[in-house]
């Protein structure tokens, strides 16, 4: 299971350096979707294996169900949009820069992957911080890749706040370490399992600190509201698979970043305080988003808001701490991955088809992309919870997780079902209109791109496949989640 | 012996907060570079000291891997990127607040840093109390740095003092933290510099100007 | 043998009396050499009061007596400060009681309110401006000195000059700590505006709308011009007493008050003035004078610094 581990971060590393150095962009291309595919494979290996705990080099390489959850989905929205790149890049082979952008493309496209590979396949605390400062700096540069004025201002914006809420997180980290020092020594590994082992030893009000400090940075990265004004901008403004990866793999693994800060807290100071904080932000950022869902003109940027509601259903599905909840959480990390990715693909396919991200432009796409139109319409249901998709059977055991316990958490959990509806609400609107009715004059039918359907296709497999059956495997490793989310070891 | 290691760590400790004052006063981009570096040395001098009280050899290393890295390399890089940019480094940064009321204002975030850090309980081996709070003091006049400055040099300056903040927090409270831990920070601290420095020279080529004023068009 | 306390008393303000125009020739002296010019001797500032001494005085019309008497007063005051501080010796003087480091800073207040109140009479622009000026910066600078004083009155519990510096020399440690480095450095800042250097005012200069200083004595002459001169290099020898025996560097003073010993503290605050007035003659050649609405910032970086001091001391323990 380790050198499953091991090549699973390795692969995407050594392709970035491939990529960067290939002359010949057809040879990243299919290096890049052949590394991405063993990648997803090598994950869901490792879902097969039934997620037990490994731990090598001092854990530096680790991994528990938790792990492999996110492992899954990051690899999952790595694979798709590794496809999804094939297509989206066609279009631009004629134009001047094409070599040098297909390179720096490529390049970036793995090297992101494998700093959010890292980040759930380690237990040291440290190390996970380093690897998500990764992802902003090498995501910065993607964001900035059009190179287009708003591009650059998004990117700035993103890579500017990302790593100032960074700098508390890793404030976060030094506090964590220095709450053990008392009882650990001075000199320890600040490892997850080791924190958590000492948790009720260490110092309370320093734990404390640190996890509001975890909650504030991480959530930076996350999109949690009120920190969340880079994340509309950079989701909008970069190409479309670093959407899909920044949308679908980046804010989990700062949502993973803050459960690990999460049951280690509520093992020191009791988890009345985490879920409280957890839960202000939860419901800040499904309130916001929610309305702001309901007013945006531009698509892409419509899909980034609700990805500041997913990562508010996670944060307040973690809050209510039941262990049903906790599998709904575990099960929408996956999910949302897979819908968000295939959403922001369709996007990008009716982007590079009609040349506009504005919704009131967008008219009648099933008659000019049948194939993208329908997935896209798919996407647009199942992200705003309609059964049978994945997110459906996420969000409905988070909520009955909510209700399970009622006498404390029904007023949360009545709350969450409105707010869900809300942005459900308007995410059905925007894609109804967009799907039907006249397309716009001078339109040719015919799809985009073959490989961006297949990518689309690719992710219905799991939003519908979760939303249906989910294997025993994958039940028993999000179970397993579900208790290291709480700081079961 | 160890009073006296103990006061020049607290006063390495002061220095690194009076650069962050300096900064606030500094209209220059040159100014910001050395003023950048003038308060990296001070935080390895800090790291150091603590080396020599811990007697824990990483220290030595980090304090030179700081020195290089930060004292040297970061603030060559920040003249590089501006050195195609002379007629803007040469004019005087745009203020959001004045000199005096930022130079008030960092006075209260230091008292605000104090009170916060005497709340914890927290032990080192190098004045605990009152270099944790200094840290913390410069992560909060780094903050307020970056939001009154419109500038982009400025805002990139901000953020890696920051990181310079949360290092002497670091030594002053948990020095044991893994020496790779450290080194891997650093090398995010020059990767960052690199990447904002790409973005400032793409942003300066395309809006000819390094302040941030015209960055409004994206509402968040 | 030791020497009876009148005569130390005596030998103190003797020393400020002799040594203090020494201290400002060597300043200009070495500030000409770094400008790579053979400047005036050490002694200069010595021919200059002698030869003012024996010049006529010419009053301008219409003054009143105080214009006459401020000089006096000034130099009194100096003489006053030099029996409160330990110039000579670690243990205090009989007079050494009759006033706090408080106490001090007053009598330095009044002598250079009288200065400009004598400029102010004299009726002169130039002068009149000179003493607005200096009062605007004294104004400025009285914030941070008495902060500076508390602070230092707060760790060695106590705002007797001698016990301040004999604090310091039992913990030497201390002298590094967070909150004497930061005062120190307040206090340093605001020698410099008291002394008139630059960057709030250069000495060299004869353009007279840069002055400070230098203008509030524009119209005196004679002997009344030679005390003042001799007074502004007391009063800088004093605060250069101050900042090295209480602050900085309280070592060498005579601890039994032997004839040997009082030597040894006369050369060793002399050895110790060569080195500030190194550090003095350093920022002079690297620093140009700061445009007078500017000189509030400086101020204000003073007033931090001691702020800052207070601040650590209060909540860091130390």
Known sequence: ?489 | MQQALDALGGFSAVLVVLMQFGLLRSRAIHGHAALYAFESLFVAAFSALAGITSGNFELYVLAAVTVVAKVFVVPALIMRFTRDLDEHAEVEIPLAVGVPSSLLAALALTGLAYAAALRLPLHGPLLPHTSFALGLAVVLIGFFFMVTRLNTISQLVGILTLENGIFLGTVAIAPGLPLLVGLLILFDVLMAVLVFGVLVRLLAVRRATVTTTPLKELKG | MTLPPVVLQILQVLTLLVFSPLVSGVISRVEAMLQARRGPSVLQPYYDIWKYFHKGRSVPEGVSPVFTLAPYVAFACYMTVAMLIPVLTSFGLPLGYMGDILGGAFVLSLAAFAVALAGLDSGSPYAGLGSSRAMMVSVLAEPTLIFVFFTVALISKTDLPYVMGETLRSSWGAVFSPTHVLSVAAFFLMILVDTGRIPIESHSSTLEFGMIDEARIFEHSGPEMALLKWGSAMKQFLLYTIFLNILVFPWGLSHDGSPSSVLVALLALLAKMMVVAAVVVAIESSFSKLRLFKIPEFMGAGFILSVLAIVTFYLGGR
């Open chain 1, 1 to 489: 299971m380790i050198y499953v581990l091991a090549a699973l971060v390795t692969i995407p590393l050594v392709l970035g350096l491939v990529s960067y150095l290939s002359p010949l962009p057809r040879l990243s291309q299919v290096l890049t979707v052949a590394g991405a595919v063993t990648t997803l494979a090598l994950a869901a290996s490792l879902v097969g294996t039934g997620g037990g705990r490994v731990s090598a080099f001092g854990g530096l390489l680790y991994a528990d169900p938790l792990s492999v959850v996110l492992l899954l989905a990051v690899a999952l929205v790595y694979a798709t949009s590794a496809v999804f790149s094939i297509g989206y890049l066609r279009s631009e082979e004629n134009t001047a820069g094409f070599p040098r952008y297909a390179r720096n493309f490529y390049a970036l496209l793995n090297l992101f992957a494998f700093t959010m590979l890292l980040v759930p396949a380690t237990d040291d605390m440290g190390v996970i911080w380093v690897a998500i400062e990764l992802t902003t700096i090498v995501s910065a540069l993607m964001v900035a890749l059009e190179g287009t004025a708003a591009s650059l201002e998004a990117a700035w914006k993103y890579v500017l706040i990302a790593s100032s809420g960074l700098a508390l997180a890793l404030l976060a980290v030094v506090l964590l370490y220095a709450s053990g020092t008392n009882t650990l020594g001075e000199g320890y590994d600040p490892n997850w399992t080791v924190l958590l082992s000492a948790a009720p030893k260490l110092q309370p009000d320093t734990v404390r600190l640190a996890f509001l400090l975890a909650v504030v940075g991480f959530g930076t990265k996350a999109g949690l509201v009120p920190m969340h004004t880079w994340l509309p901008d950079a989701h909008s403004e970069g190409p479309t698979p670093v959407s899909a990866l920044l949308s679908g793999a980046l804010l989990a693994d700062a949502m993973y970043a803050i459960f690990r800060f999460y049951g280690i807290t509520g093992h020191a100071v009791g988890f009345g305080f985490p879920k409280t904080v957890l839960f202000v932000f939860g419901v800040a950022s499904l309130v916001l988003s929610g309305f702001f869902v309901l007013i945006q003109r531009d698509f892409k940027r419509l899909f980034a808001y609700s990805s500041i509601e997913h990562m508010g259903v996670l944060a307040v599905g973690a809050a209510f701490a039941t262990p049903l909840a906790l599998y709904g959480v575990a099960l929408h990390v996956i999910t949302h991955a897979a819908t968000k990715s295939m959403a922001f693909f369709g996007a990008g396919s009716i982007l590079k088809k009609l040349g506009t991200r504005e919704t009131a432009k967008t008219r009648g796409i099933i008659h000019l992309i049948p194939a993208t139109a329908v997935l896209f319409l798919a996407a647009g249901m199942a992200i705003g919870g309609l059964p049978p998709f994945g997110i459906f059977r996420s969000e409905f055991l988070i909520l009955a997780g909510g209700f399970s316990e009622p006498g404390v958490l029904l007023v949360p959990a009545v709350l969450l079902l409105a707010l869900v509806n809300l942005g459900f609400l308007g995410l059905f609107r925007y894609a109804n209109r967009m799907a039907l009715g006249e397309p716009p004059e001078g339109a040719k039918p015919g799809e985009a791109s073959r490989w961006m359907v297949a990518a689309m296709a690719l992710d219905l497999v799991f939003v519908l496949g979760l939303g249906l059956w989910v294997p025993d495997a994958l039940s028993a490793v999000l179970r397993g989640a579900a208790s290291v989310i709480v700081g079961g070891l």
